[in-house]
């Protein structure tokens, strides 16, 4: 069956940068979009970000744009969310997730990994 497991989460403080990984299995990653959302306490989930499934398309939510990249590694059936200048407000849970098209990669995904917790604060 379909699994998406991300990783790479944690506390840091300001200003800094993460790394989120989202290893994909039970389907063949080339052949979908991936995707980044994130959940704030209290907040609706929101889509971050979106990447086709040939590498040729990215999407960025206006929050994160420019200082988030998304990419992905087919090879190794991986996704990646590279975090920088990270600030309070980007604290949430971070889901990775699938789709067959790229907008519905950030918007309505078929799938959702269980989430890895992001926490920026001094």
């Known amino acids: 069956q379909v699994q998406l497991v991300e990783s790479g989460g944690g506390l840091v403080q300001p200003g800094g940068s993460l790394r989120l990984s989202c290893a994909a299995s039970?389907?063949?990653?080339?052949?979908?979009?991936m995707g980044w959302f994130r959940q704030a306490p209290g907040k609706e989930r929101e889509g971050v970000s979106a990447?086709?499934?040939?590498?040729?398309?990215?999407y960025y939510a206006d929050s994160v744009k420019g200082r988030f990249t998304i990419s992905r590694d087919n090879a190794k059936q991986t996704v990646y969310l590279q975090m920088n200048s990270l600030k309070p407000e980007d604290t949430a849970e971070y889901y990775c997730a699938t789709a067959e098209s790229t907008i519905a990669a950030m918007t309505q995904p078929d799938y959702w990994g269980q989430g890895t917790q992001v926490t920026v604060s001094s």
């Open positions: 039970g389907f063949i990653m080339d052949n979908y979009a």
């Open positions: 990447i086709s499934s040939d590498d040729s398309s990215t």
